[in-house]
């Protein structure tokens, strides 16, 4: 077994109540390979904000759980090199089972999801449960899950959102014991969040989605005060990305996402963790497209693999000062 300690990890718990007080939400950025999670830090290094690096099942099976591992404490080295040693948490994203929690948890993750919203609420809690049982006894923090998110993210798959319950809220916690929750109030997985009829258009023509549920949100926060809430699917599809892709080759109809200014607002309030996914592999693909389109003849991983990074580091730059507002809290 290996504790996220031996890594140079830290779990979420003194995060969370740091951004909560604080008024800002903490980057959760989903990785695969080296050069997303090379931007990721050189991004949170110079920006001095703490980072949840993400993991989802997917990316488990396309990178190996030992790799990953040793990429999550190769992370911290790499941070300290460059100057400053930033909180990095190592997180697995939308765990499916106990198996899957205890199997990262054992192999230095320093904080899960058990995701069970998918199943009848008794179940949910349950299983939740069990998970945060075996985690805590091991220092790592857990995410729970009320509600379900529309769209498509690697293996999970739902067609409609539910939003989540305000009068659950409370007993699933005090059941459950999780460290976190994960809420469904208007945002959903994928580049593609909302149908074009769901959405209005800009004097330029692009796809307005309707607003986030703050009301929501409020009843949540009134019900566990100071408690750390966790936005999944706020992924903003910048669409200079969309339209560089499409430029190029590209076929992305009708991508919209989250406003930044709604996830601002959002990062204002008990939501202390916003999940972004979609956004980095619009950027990667983009500048990878741009740069063969440009430069047929090259072949060198290298030489478009580098301005894919360049275009990630600065996406998430942008991230931390002006949306999440983690700038100079790591």
Known sequence: MTSYKELGLVNTKELFAKAVKGGYAIPAYNFNNMEQLQAIIQACVE?????????????????????????AKGASEYAAELGHRIPIVLHLDHGDSFETCKECIDNGFSSVMIDGSHFPYEENVALTKKVVEYAHAHGVTVEGELGVLAGIEDDVVAEHSTYTQPSEVIDFVSKTGVDSLAISIGTSHGANKFKPEQCTRNAEGILIPPPLRFDILEEIEKKLPGFPIVLHGASSV????????????????????????QLRKAAKSAVCKINIDSDGRLAMTALIRKTLSEKPGEFDPRKYLGPARAALKEMYMHKNLNVLGSANQG
Do not use: C, W
């Not at 703490?50 to 099942?57: G, Y």
């Open 47 to 71: 920006t001095k904000s703490p980072v949840i690096l993400q993991v989802s099942k997917g990316a488990r099976d396309y990178a190996n759980l030992n790799l990953l591992r040793n990429l």
């Open 238 to 261: 910048p669409q200079q990305y969309v339209k560089m892709i499409n430029e190029f080759g590209g076929k992305l109809k009708d991508s919209v996402g989250i406003p930044e200014e």
